[in-house]
T-cell receptor, first 112, second 112 residues
Framework: NAGVTQTPKFQVLKTGQSMTLQCAQD?????MSWYRQDPGMGLRLIHY???????DQGEVPNGYNVSRSTTEDFPLRLLSAAPSQTSVYFC???????????FGDGTRLSIL | EDKVVQSPLSLVVHEGDTVTLNCSYE??????LLWYKQEKKAPTFLFML????IEKKSGRLSSILDKKELFSILNITATQTGDSAIYLC????????????FGTGTLLAVQP
């Protein structure tokens, strides 16, 4: 059972470039979320989804887009990368609100 | 504004010591409080606490929630070097969003 899989593990971008961080889960979980983790700030919610076709903004959504066309996949798109988006990005999923979220291993993103 | 505060921010102990990590919160529509351990990669789930006064235990780790005073503690007895990690506290909102609100974490270093 692979759990939550994130790709790539590392990425370096130039300011203004766009890219997509991939997240896939094989547990048939309805709830999926994207977080970013910065030193001294904990994990902050970017976007989340409560099921296929349904997404909403979290705490820090600016500069990011998401879509949820299938239950399994929840990609995060950076539209025009900025140095302030340098961070570690985690995807998480859970089957119901009464169950803990399971996290992927993260994507370390550097914007130059 | 929802807030989760952890203390101390960092802690250095010696093997065999007992440590207590603190988490206080101000969150509207509280559902549960979760503790995660984060080593090099993904946060891994430790405990989910929903009711006051019921201690949860797993080996040398235990945790309890006080919903009246709005805090939780995580205890680790007979610490080992493998306990070195960031310990994250998060509160799950009780609405349909399943949002997790994280504290900044406590960095624990256990020296031999």
């Amino acid at each position: 059972n692979a759990g939550v899989t994130q790709t790539p593990k590392f990425q370096v971008l130039k300011t203004g470039q766009s890219m997509t961080l991939q997240c896939a889960q094989d547990m048939n979980h309805e709830y999926m979320s994207w977080y970013r983790q910065d030193p001294g700030m904990g994990l902050r919610l970017i976007h989340y989804s409560v099921g296929a076709g349904i997404t909403d903004q979290g705490e820090v959504p600016n500069g990011y887009n998401v879509s949820r066309s299938t239950t399994e996949d929840f990609p995060l798109r950076l539209l025009s990368a900025a140095p302030s988006q340098t961070s570690v990005y985690f995807c998480a999923s859970t089957g119901t609100p009464n169950q803990p979220q399971h996290f992927g291993d993260g994507t370390r993103l550097s914007i130059l | 504004e929802d807030k989760v505060v952890q203390s101390p921010l960092s802690l250095v102990v010696h093997e065999g010591d007992t440590v207590t990590l603190n988490c206080s919160y101000e969150v509207t529509n509280f559902r549960s409080l979760l503790w995660y351990k984060q080593e090099k990669k993904a946060p891994t789930f430790l405990f989910m606490l929903t009711s006051s006064g019921i201690e949860k235990k797993s080996g040398r780790l235990s945790s309890i929630l006080d919903k009246k005073e709005l805090f939780s503690i995580l205890n680790i007895t007979a610490t080992q070097t493998g306990d070195s990690a960031i310990y994250l506290c998060a509160v799950l909102r009780g609405d349909a969003t399943n949002k997790l609100i994280f504290g900044t974490g406590t960095l624990l270093a256990v020296q031999p």
